[in-house]
């Protein structure tokens, strides 16, 4: 029962960061990033407040404060990033190159922590990167560094990169506290950061129209799905496994974006895509 609970989970974790993306680009046209972050997180946290007695007996110290503040500015300032890409981006590119967050996961271990990456690491490291040509690129483009000079690129991977460091200390505060508390506290963080950056960026505070208050609200609701079903899987798995197995939302994402958004060569970007899962597996794994 436990393990068909867990699937679940994983299955609502791999689908609802993709339809969110569809929803975020459709309202980035109207709104800016910052605006649509802010009322996705005040939908989230007020439904937190009827569990509001869970962080009020909790005992705490300064490594969680330290902890929970540092996964909000780096969830929210990540939220941005992403939320920016997809407007200016294509859905069936921007999912799937998130592949590249097991490689940059190497990369710092390596340059930080002096660890050799595993032949098997290498093998994933070289399938995500060929694969990734599937992706970047159409069948008549030659490959060229020139791709990474693109806005969108630029910011999905500037999210990819504050994500994954958000990942590791997601699971510390879950090993501290509970997967409920992590979740409450991740909602109330969201919007505090998100407050302060719409002062700082000078964002006028409006109030949106009923449509774009309900996709706002329904943006929440699946940004919450995730995080909790995140939360959930990571107190469960070994977070290296986890992310491995959330990459299986890239398959999505390049489905949605040819559905929503009529992009091209979606077989080729399939083809892509399972190089590049294939790949993170074998590094994460």
């Known amino acids: 029962m436990q393990n068909i609970i867990l699937f679940i989970f994983i299955i609502i974790r791999i689908c609802s960061n993709p339809v969110a993306g569809v929803i975020q680009k459709k309202l980035s046209v109207r709104r800016g990033a910052i605006v649509i972050n802010f009322y996705s997180y005040l939908f989230l946290s007020l439904l937190c407040l009827s569990k509001i ?39 069936s590119v921007l999912g799937p190159i998130n592949s590249y967050k097991s490689v940059i996961g190497l990369i710092i271990a390596f340059i930080f922590l002096k660890e050799i990456p595993s032949f098997q690491g290498i093998i994933g490291m070289i399938l995500i990167i060929y694969g990734s040509k599937f992706i970047l690129y159409s069948k008549e483009e030659k490959p060229s560094f020139n791709v990474f000079k693109r806005k969108d690129i630029q910011l999905r991977f500037t999210a990819m990169t504050l994500t994954a460091i958000e990942a590791v200390l997601l699971k510390k505060i879950i090993l501290i506290s509970s997967v409920e508390i992590c979740f409450i506290f991740w909602c109330f963080m969201g919007l505090f950061w998100s407050l302060i950056l719409m002062f700082i960026s000078d964002k006028k505070f409006i109030i949106p129209n009923i449509k774009d208050m309900a996709l706002m609200f329904i943006t929440g609701l699946l940004l919450g799905l995730m995080q909790y079903s995140t939360n959930f899987v990571f107190e469960r798995m070994n977070v290296g496994y986890a992310l491995a197995l959330f990459q299986l939302s890239a398959i999505v ?26 790949g993170s597996y074998l590094i994460l794994c």
Not at 57 to 78: K, P, Q, R
């Open 53 to 91: 007695n869970l962080i009020k007996e909790f005992n705490y110290t300064n490594e969680f404060i330290s902890l929970v503040l540092t996964c909000g500015i780096l969830c929210t300032t990540g939220m941005i990033c992403m939320i920016k890409a997809v407007r200016i981006g294509e859905l």
């Open 253 to 278: 994402t390049v489905l949605l974006g040819a559905k929503f958004f009529m992009e091209k060569n979606i077989m080729y970007k399939l083809s892509g895509s399972i190089i590049m899962i294939v």
